[in-house]
C-alpha cells in the first residue's frame, strides 16, 4: 500500500462510488476548480480531484516538481482510495501534462483520458526562461503578484465582461497556492518532457476539450494534439483557458457524453 498521501498531506475531493474520474488541476489552481463538476458530474461518476502538492490544501512541499512527481503523487492517492481502476484521468493544462506523464507511467490504470485546455509540446527556450523569472517574482513580490499576471490571460473577453463571479474566484484560487507550491509546479512545466512520441501510444479514448478564446495555449496545437491521438475534439465558444468554469454545461456535456461513450464501449465488451 503507498502511503504517500499521508506522506505529503495531499488534501482531496471523493464524490461517490462508481467509476472513479481523476480530475487534474492547473496551475497555479486547485480542485476547486472543478466544484461544478463535482456538483453535475459527482452523482454520475466518482471524481477524485487532488490538490497538487503546494496547491489549494495540500502540503506547501519545497524544492522543484516534476510531471513524474505529480503524476506518482496522483498514483499515490488512488492506492490509497484502494481504487485499483481503471480510471478516466482528466487533466487541464498543467494537469493535462501530468495527465500525459500518469498515461506513461501507468497506462494499465487509464481507461480513457480528457486532455482540457493542454499541449504536446514542452516548453521552448524562451518559455523555459519565462518559468524561472516567474519563480522568482513569486519568491520576491507573492503569488498575488503572479495571480495578478495570469488574470488578464486566462479567460474569455465574454467571461471578463459577463462574469465577475468567475473572475473573482479564479483569482482568489491561484492567491490560496503556496509560493512553494508556485515555485515547484514551474519547475515541473519548465522541465516536463515532450509528450509528442506519447501521442500515437494513446490507445485508450480520448477527448480533447479547448475554449475557442484559449490565449495560453494556441487552438491549433490542441488540434494537432487531438488529431495525433485519433482523438475527438470538442471546442467550446466564449471560453478562454479556463472551459470548465467559464462554460460550465458545455464542458459538463461534452465530458457526460464522452463518460457514456465509454460506459457504451464498456458493456459491449461484456456481451
Ligand atoms: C496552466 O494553466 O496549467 C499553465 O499556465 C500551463 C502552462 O503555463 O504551460
Not at 145 to 171: G, N, W
Not at 195 to 204: F, G, K
Not at 231 to 258: C, R, S, W, Y
Request: overall charge negative; some cysteine.
Amino acid at each position: 500500500m503507498n502511503d504517500q498521501p499521508e506522506d505529503v498531506g495531499l488534501a482531496f475531493i471523493d464524490s461517490c462510488d462508481g467509476m472513479a474520474l481523476l480530475m487534474i488541476h492547473g496551475f497555479p489552481f486547485s480542485s476547486a476548480m472543478w466544484e461544478p463538476q463535482v456538483e453535475d458530474l459527482g452523482s454520475i461518476t466518482r471524481v477524485v480531484a487532488p490538490d497538487l502538492r503546494g496547491h489549494g490544501r495540500s502540503q506547501p512541499m519545497p524544492g522543484d516538481y516534476s510531471v513524474e512527481m505529480l503524476a506518482d503523487d496522483c498514483m499515490g492517492l488512488l492506492d490509497f482510495l484502494a481504487i485499483s481502476g481503471p480510471v478516466v484521468v482528466c487533466g487541464m493544462s498543467m494537469g493535462g501534462y501530468v495527465a500525459l506523464e500518469f498515461f506513461r507511467q501507468f497506462p494499465e490504470m487509464v481507461a480513457g483520458l480528457i486532455l482540457t485546455s493542454t499541449r504536446a509540446l514542452p516548453d521552448t527556450a524562451e518559455a523555459k526562461a519565462n518559468r524561472d523569472k516567474m519563480a522568482k517574482k513569486a519568491q520576491t513580490e507573492g503569488v498575488s503578484a503572479i495571480a495578478a499576471d495570469m488574470l488578464p490571460k486566462l479567460l474569455s473577453p465574454k467571461t471578463y465582461e459577463e462574469d465577475e463571479e468567475v473572475v473573482e474566484f479564479v483569482q482568489e484560487m491561484m492567491e490560496w497556492t503556496s509560493v512553494e507550491g508556485v515555485v515547484g509546479a514551474l519547475a515541473a512545466m519548465r522541465d516536463r518532457p515532450d509528450s509528442t512520441p506519447t501521442l500515437a501510444e494513446i490507445d485508450v479514448p480520448t477527448l480533447v476539450i479547448h475554449g475557442a478564446d484559449d490565449q495560453i495555449v494556441p487552438l491549433a496545437e490542441a488540434e494537432a494534439m487531438a488529431k495525433a491521438i485519433g482523438a475527438k475534439m470538442v471546442v467550446i465558444p466564449d471560453a478562454g483557458h479556463v472551459p470548465n468554469l467559464e462554460q460550465i454545461d458545455a464542458f459538463n456535456d461534452a465530458v457526460t457524453d464522452f463518460l457514456m461513450t465509454l460506459q457504451d464501449t464498456h458493456d459491449h465488451h461484456h456481451h
